[in-house]
């Protein structure tokens, strides 16, 4: 993955650029918006991070730029904590994603993945599976091996969302946001909860450690299951 | 005295009470002078019209009796008379002076006591061509003018004189009175916090103000007061989760630890840095939502509906702690609002509900529409909270248990309250007999 940083602050960009680099990424680092705009345009990437303040152009002026450029180039917005307005803002004006200043890596690299490969809209589907597991979206149904799980909707959903990026982490927050509708931290083990119920009651229907947890980061179906 | 606005005002007061009372002289002046002239006319007039009617019925003789009658009734201050022939020599009469034309006219005459003196004058042509004179003195007139004038004038130096005094009387007051505020205003200034504005007991527009002075004074030591306790209350906060991540970290360094134990030395490390990011993220949404900005994008939110999705997430984890949720929600309930904000109230308040109640307390939430409000309860059955101290749980980094040895940061409530807040509504703690009852009374939107 090509990735562009626009971000001022030198040590969060450097941060962000090493730690794409251990994945195995690429990684280019600019420090402000007039920069970042020559960047975007003239090369290709394959996602943008990019910062709300920078000097030079800022990150939304930046953006709406691209967009009106016609670059589809996904771009995941990094603000500063305590401007939840902004996001509204940062998503209206063609971000993919937002992230809110200070992060950890684990956390921008789960959403890269997903904005990356985020692809086309979702194909209509009304089956999911992964291993032994099935999921009926019509029936709103889970089957292990066949037998019968009983979840609930919220335990449902989470499953959807984890067999729907099968091969990605998904995030605490990420779950948030994408089951619960909070685009914010609300401090509590809601997440936690539900994910250990879920788990137990498909060890119940055959499917014992089926979710991983991925220490310091979230969850994603075991892929050797 | 020209920086003072007490003198500036009076003064510019006291002056324009001059220039009114110099328009009030003038014009008295005027008009009475005007009328006495006319009244002056009107007599002198008359009385040649008279003496000419007497000419014209009884002849020149007649009218020469009549002015000689005339004459001798006369006091000093009356009319004066005389009859010029066409060559202009006066033939009867007793008035020194030249030949006026006819009609009215001002004319000087010989007082034999006083010497010339003016006079207003009706002189009549005869048919005969000799001109009868009617005369009266002026000097009446002139006197009441001199009068008015000296009247006027002393008025007007006694109200510069009064409007002087007055100017720096009410300067002085209102210097006096400003200075006690002043005065307060400098020692605050330098430092001293705990001075108030003296209030009178009148009532008036300074003593209104002295007690609104005081009133933001107390808002603001409260807020200064607040803001001390929450520093060092953040300091002690941050403390504790530092020194533990430090420690850690020294752990993690010593030489020979096998990798495993370092890596969770450093697991560990960075969980404790978590909980002091959290505390300070727990800290900015709060200033966030007291500063209100959020409330530019509220929008219609079915409360039931989202009290309905947070309990259906909360009873089974309640429900594996030991504890149940009861819910008894009213159908629909539309409150204008932000989404996750209320449902960050309800989750704190489920939460609180669940870390400081004992396995085994029934958990209730209530919801109900009434008189344009929606009044949201959480209730437990558990250990409650004593009276004294539920006024102090909406405070920043309160705890009931001092040894802070439960979990949380001590934001949660203030966190309901400032929400509770944006939304125009209220937060309130009550006794839930046994257990604590939490309230939210929310203004209800009209769909």
Redesign the interface.
């Known amino acids: 993955m090509k990735v562009l940083i626009a971000e001022d602050d030198r040590e969060t960009a450097e941060f962000v650029r090493k730690g794409l680099e251990e994945l195995g990424h690429v990684g280019h680092a600019t420090a402000n918006g007039t920069d970042a705009l020559h960047y975007a345009t003239l090369e290709d990437w394959d996602v943008i991070v990019l910062d709300r303040m920078l000097p030079g152009i800022d990150g939304l002026s930046l953006l709406r730029r691209l967009r009106a450029a016609g670059i589809p180039t996904p771009v995941i917005l990094l603000t500063a904590l305590g401007r939840i307005e902004d996001r509204v803002e940062g998503l209206e004006s063609g971000a993919d994603d937002y992230l809110v200043k200070p992060f950890a890596f684990s956390e921008l690299a789960a959403r890269l993945n997903a904005v990356f490969r985020r692809g086309p809209a979702r194909e209509v589907t009304t089956r999911l599976s992964y291993g032994i597991i099935e999921m009926d979206l019509l029936k709103r149904e889970v089957r292990c091996g066949g037998k019968l799980a009983l979840l609930q909707p919220r335990e449902f959903e989470l499953l959807e969302e984890l067999l729907r990026n099968a091969e990605r982490v998904m995030t605490r927050t990420m779950l948030l946001e994408r089951i619960w509708g909070f685009h914010f931290d609300p401090q509590t083990n809601i997440v936690e909860t539900h994910m250990s119920r879920l788990r137990s009651k498909l060890a119940e229907a055959g499917a014992r450690d089926a979710i991983e947890t991925v220490r310091g980061v979230g969850y994603r179906m075991r892929p050797d299951n | 005295m020209v920086r003072s606005a007490a003198y500036r005002i009076a003064i510019i007061s006291s002056l324009a009470f001059a220039i009114a009372t110099c328009a009030l002289g003038l014009f008295v002046y005027l008009s009475a002078h005007a009328a006495l002239a006319g009244q002056l006319d009107d007599r002198i007039r008359e009385d040649g019209n008279t003496l000419l009617n007497e000419y014209r019925h009884e002849g020149r003789l007649g009218l020469f009796d009549a002015i000689a009658g005339r004459e001798r009734q006369n006091g000093s201050n009356e009319l004066g008379y005389a009859v010029f022939d066409v060559k202009g020599v006066r033939i009867a009469g007793s008035l020194i002076t030249d030949m006026p034309e006819p009609g009215l006219r001002n004319i000087l005459f010989r007082d034999p006591e006083e010497g010339p003196d003016p006079a207003r004058a009706f002189t009549t042509l005869l048919p005969d061509g000799s001109r009868l004179v009617v005369a009266a003195d002026r000097e009446p007139l002139e006197r009441i003018d001199r009068q008015i004038v000296t009247l006027f004038g002393a008025a007007f130096v006694g109200v510069i004189a009064i409007g002087a005094i007055g100017a720096v009387m009410l300067g002085a007051y209102l210097r006096h009175r400003l200075s006690a505020m002043n005065v307060t205003a400098e020692a605050i200034m330098g430092g001293d916090l705990d001075q108030r504005v003296p209030v009178g007991p009148r009532g008036d527009e300074f003593d209104r103000l002295a007690s609104l002075m005081n009133a933001m004074l107390n808002r603001i030591a409260e807020l200064l007061e607040n803001l001390r306790q929450v520093s060092s209350d953040v300091a002690h906060d941050l403390r504790t989760p530092l020194a533990r991540l430090r420690n850690g970290l020294e752990n993690g360094l010593r030489h020979g630890l096998p990798r495993d134990q370092r890596d969770k030395a450093i ?1 560990q490390a ?1 969980a404790r840095s978590d909980e002091v ?2 505390l ?3 800290l ?2 709060l ?2 939502i007291e500063a209100g ?2 409330q ?2 509220f929008a219609p939110v079915d409360l039931a509906r989202l009290t309905r999705e947070m309990g ?3 009873a ?2 309640l429900e ?1 702690g030991g504890r149940r949720l009861e819910c008894q929600l009213a159908e629909t309930a539309i409150v204008l609002g932000d ?2 904000l209320l ?2 109230a309800l ?2 308040l489920l ?1 609180n509900a669940q870390i400081h109640t004992p396995p085994g307390t029934r958990i209730e939430m209530r919801l109900e529409t009434e008189d344009s409000r929606v009044v949201l309860t959480v209730a437990d059955n558990g250990p409650g909270v004593p009276e004294r101290d539920r006024a102090r749980l909406t405070r920043r980094f309160a705890r009931v248990d001092a040894s802070r040895s439960r979990p949380g940061h001590g934001l949660g409530l203030s966190l309901v309250s400032a929400i509770a807040g944006i939304h125009h509504g209220k937060l309130s703690i009550s006794d839930n007999h046994p257990g604590l009852a939490v309230t939210l009374n929310l203004p209800e939107a009209r769909p």
């Open positions: 697991e960075i990011l959290s300070f993220a727990a900015l949404r200033s966030e900005r959020l530019q994008a259906e997430s909360y089974l984890a594996d989404r996750e449902a960050q989750i704190n939460d």
